[in-house]
């Protein structure tokens, strides 16, 4: 691939951002289940919780976005140096049991 397409692919990642990526990782099997579990049994009385989720999980994402392109470090070197490597392992351990329990969850999800 020309250098004119790398550069024009790459301008077009900056300008959509990180919300494709998180947008894309809402449609797993496990989301879908759920959503249609939670959906079917409590109808629209949830609906509530989209208003108060929606900018929390928004700027969480443009948080992190920016630490990484200010420091060019990722989130996990930066809890390290921070805040040292006890609460470097803490946020490790958590991120691999969730990264398991979500693999389980997609795995069983996806067989049903």
Known sequence: MGAWPRR?????LAW??????AGAAATDPTSVGVLAVV???TGYSLAWLVV???PMMVTLLVLSARLGMA???GLQRLIHERFGPV????ALVQVLLANVVTLGADLAGGAA
């Open 52 to 54: 108060l989720m929606a």
């Open 71 to 73: 420091t060019r470090r």
């Open 8 to 12: 024009w692919i790459g301008r077009l």
């Open 16 to 21: 959509l951002g990180p919300g494709v990526l």
């Open 39 to 41: 959906g079917s049994t």
């Open 87 to 90: 609460w470097n392992a803490v």
